[in-house]
């Protein structure tokens, strides 16, 4: 499974951005995907993460209410709507995808707990 992030750019405090990942399977079912974020010198942190079969998302606490994770699986494609972006300078976001099986936990925010990575794409927030 190969994963292709994009839609990074710049933008001011306030403004809005939506990031796709694109994913090389055929199909996206039974599999967690979620959104990472890494600031310079920082940990890499799990920000959003959506379940492909239930559609059931969970996000961080420290963007919870601006953004929405959301999946078209048609174009095995997920997005990241980020609305009302705080300044923080840049940041890379990045997309990692693993297979979920029914019955056993899963930890959509933990970057242990992904296998496939895409390259990721860097937001800059202006303020």
């Known amino acids: 499974l190969q994963l292709q992030a994009s839609g990074g750019g710049l933008v001011q405090s306030g403004g809005s951005l939506r990031l796709s990942c694109a994913a090389s399977?055929?199909?996206?079912?039974?599999?967690?995907i979620s959104w990472f974020r890494q600031v310079p010198g920082r940990v890499r942190e799990g920000i959003a993460c959506?379940?492909?079969?239930?559609?059931?998302?969970t996000y961080a606490d420290s963007v919870k209410g601006r953004f929405t994770i959301s999946i078209d699986k048609r174009k095995n494609t997920v997005y990241l709507q980020m609305n009302n972006l705080k300044p923080g300078g840049a940041a890379v976001y990045s997309c990692?995808?693993?297979?979920?099986?029914?019955?056993?936990?899963?930890?959509?925010?933990?970057?242990?707990?992904?296998?496939?990575w895409g390259q990721g794409t860097q937001v800059t927030v202006s303020s």
């Open positions: 399977k055929s199909t996206l079912d039974q599999h967690a």
């Open positions: 990692a995808a693993e297979r979920t099986y029914d019955g056993i936990d899963y930890y959509p925010l933990w970057t242990s707990f992904f296998d496939s």
């Open positions: 959506i379940r492909s079969n239930d559609e059931f998302t």
